[in-house]
């Protein structure tokens, strides 16, 4: 009896030559071992080199099924399988496409075809890491689907060019990225630690605190005071979108006088100020009171927000550290305008203090993102929009990279998310997104985008700039378990019903 081959267990198959010959692109193979998994990475010697490629389906053939109307009419007698030897003419055929040719330890794209007779092995996980690009000491996210192999994305890789993390409610957004969250936590500062600012909408990321204790900022939005001393008028044009040229220019003076003034005096004055100031210039009844009482109203406005003060509250220098989470988390604020400005102020400030090297590079995550920076928005709403879109064209210059997470990404800034060099897709059904994302991210195919629909929760799709090749990955338990979970409709009704019960008893005793 002949020897076994060797690494049988690795072995699938071996390449055929119909229904398609192999070509550069793509081959079939025979499959003989039950491992063989859609997205599964496979090798084939060829003559320049190991040819690298990926299982893209898993066929099953007979032959004795192929005409219909001889099965039909064969099957009027009895089934098939009393006459024929049908089970012996079953096989399974996986279709592979090729990605390239491992030589030398280098990739290069495949010039020549898989030799039909040749034996197609799983990848071995040492290069396979090599061929994906993973990195040791990298972000460990999860595992490669249809592989046991850890994916550990490089840092600059992920983040540098700006991370989309896109996905349908519930499919694993949040998790997801309380792992990113959790790997940059951990890393060692010789590895190169960014700091991370999370725009939190519902506050779900609050429990990291409890298992970071050390590396992690809890900030409630309520408390953000911005210095009327230190801002800028192009940050208030945004939030005052309506202002003319005539008002603009209005307002500039009168900043300018204020803060001269708060200079001269050594005293730090806040809205209330300008306010008296401008109810002062109306009352005076001027060619310019109609200019003073547009202003007028748009800082009333802005004083509801108690968003201006007279000193900032926290310094966004402060709480921008290396290795540490600073969540920002808005749950708590109902005012849309309110979220849209504190975004804003924060896009704002971060940008120009990493411009000028006085924070870490750091990494802005924008949950729910589609709300900060919509694509189509009115003006009035699209506050917060302008910056985030200009971190994403220049940000990288300066290490200030966007993280960018959102259920809709058709109505995500299509500026912004283009410049997303990575995209980590986890479950998309709705067909209007799935264009917008097929439009939007280079390097995702056809075949790629019918497997997004069938992923299950925890399940991704990394494409671009953060690995060689498009993965599918199951995303790794997190370690921090206290995100806020939301209650079921069972245990909020069971929990209205006992309240109400409560309260009713309260009642009938108070009455007696
Ligand atoms: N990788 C995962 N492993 C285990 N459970 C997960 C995973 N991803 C998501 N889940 C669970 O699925 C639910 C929805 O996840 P979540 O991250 O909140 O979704 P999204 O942010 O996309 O709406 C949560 O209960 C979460 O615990
Ligand atoms: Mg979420």
Known sequence: ????????????????????????????????????????????EGEDGVIFGVVIEIERMNRYFEHAESIAEYEKVSPLENSFPVDRWECVVGRVTVLGTFSDGLIRRNIFPAKPGAKVAISDPGMLTEFLGFDETGLNVGTLLAHDLPVKLNLSRVFQKHLAILAMSGAGKSYLTSVLIEEILERKPEHGRIALVLIDLHGEYKGLANSYRDNVLYIDARKIRVSLRKIKPTMLYEWMPNLNGGQKRELEIILKELKEQMKASQQAEGLDKLIEILADKMSQKGSKAKTYDVLYSHFKELSYYKLVDKSDSPPVIDIVKPGVLTIIDLSNIDSYMRKQMLVSYLSHKLFALRKKKKIPPAALIIEEAHNFAREKAKREIAIAKHMIETIAREGRKFGLSLCLITQRPMNLSTTALSQCSTNIILRVTNPNDLYHIKDSCEGIDEKSLGAITTLRVGEALVVGEATNYPIFLKVRKRKSHALKESPSLESMAKEFETSDKKETDELTEAFL
């Open 1 to 44: 009896m002949n020897n076994p081959p060797p690494h049988t267990a690795e072995l699938l198959g071996t390449v055929i030559s119909a229904p398609f010959p192999p070509s550069t692109t793509t081959f079939s193979f025979v499959v003989n071992n039950p491992m063989v998994r859609k997205h599964q990475f496979v090798k084939v």
